[in-house]
């Protein structure tokens, strides 16, 4: 098993008091898998992605995050920067302009990761780099501002996978692109894992990881509230919320997209029961009360109904 994850939790401190903006998340993946976290906004699903690939900033993480075995958690932050940063695990950070600084060439970007691990100036590994995520290696010459949005992300991705990392967390790549743009990053991202490199995807749209995630975690209100294959949480959902977000993605044919009522709760102050019982159409009066982990299959779903 390449990663698993238990127990995750990560804290904010906030003038309203601490912060759970991840509790309890457990899941696991497997060499070469990908795996896609679902939810939405302000879940909490950026948060559990940076807090795995030890890129948390302003808040702490505990739990365990195993990967091959070594508690990611526990190695000392310039250990972590020097061995596992970018030749282990590596981020694609949300916005492709705000991961790029305007002022620096796209080769001088490369070359500070490089630099950051003894290889600086190596200009082959750059513009294979380049060439991995179907871009001329002459964009190395470029200022951010000459490349569209879709070459912008190519680039933050070229960045993420320079070293070669075995596990790589891609925070909502295809947000702000068009539809011909998000086709060309999703299958970039297919090469990725059939190349034999794992990414865990994160995204608020469910029909995204349809085709390209083969696990999948969804999450609500900071707690994973269903993990399972792809297969498993698409074919068969358990958990009312899987099913609210699935019936909310429109089809070309069958019945007009649903919604979720209501609004998550404050995470500052959240229901000691099911966070998800107040929007709930199948809520029981146990909800009131936290909801079980039960296995399903490959995964779990937290919820009384089974």
Not at 139 to 153: C, K
Not at 167 to 182: G, R, Y
Not at 216 to 231: D, K, L, N, S
Not at 286 to 292: D, G, H, M, Q, W
Request: net charge negative; charged share 20%.
């Amino acid at each position: 098993m390449l990663l698993d994850v238990r127990g995750l939790c990560a804290t904010y401190d906030s003038p309203e008091g601490s912060v759970r903006a991840v509790e309890g998340a457990d899941l696991h993946l497997e060499e070469g898998e990908s795996l896609g976290v679902a939810g939405e906004s302000a879940c909490g699903k950026s948060t559990l992605g940076l807090a795995i690939a030890g890129s948390l900033r302003g808040g702490r993480a505990s739990g365990t995050v195993l990967l091959d075995g070594v508690d990611l958690l526990g190695i000392p932050p310039a250990e972590f920067d020097k061995k596992y940063r970018w030749k282990e695990v590596s981020v694609i950070f949300q916005g492709a302009m705000n991961s790029l600084d305007p002022v620096f060439r796209v080769r001088d970007q490369l070359d500070e990761v490089l630099r950051h691990h003894g290889a600086a100036g190596d200009l082959g590994a750059a513009g294979r780099a380049m060439t991995s995520v179907g871009l001329d290696p002459g964009v190395l010459d470029m200022y951010p501002h000459e490349l569209s949005g879709g070459m912008r992300q190519r680039v933050v991705i070229a960045m993420a996978l320079l070293l070669g990392p075995r596990l790589v967390v891609a925070d909502e790549p295809t947000t702000s692109l068009d539809v011909l743009v998000q086709a060309q990053i999703t299958n970039l991202l297919k090469k990725m894992r059939e190349g034999g490199t794992s990414f865990i995807l994160i995204t608020h749209d469910l029909a995204v990881l349809a085709g390209i995630a083969d696990r999948v975690a969804v999450m609500y209100a900071g707690q994973i509230v269903e993990f399972g294959t792809a297969e498993e949480v698409y074919g068969s959902p358990r958990h009312p919320y899987t099913k609210a977000l699935l019936e909310s993605v429109p089809t070309m044919r069958g019945p007009p997209p649903g919604h979720i009522p209501g609004s998550p709760p404050d995470l500052a102050s959240p229901p000691a029961g099911c966070r998800f019982m107040d929007r709930c159409p199948e809520a029981l009066e146990k909800c009131r009360e936290a909801p079980p982990c039960v296995k399903t299959g490959t995964g779990y779903v937290r919820c009384w109904l089974y």
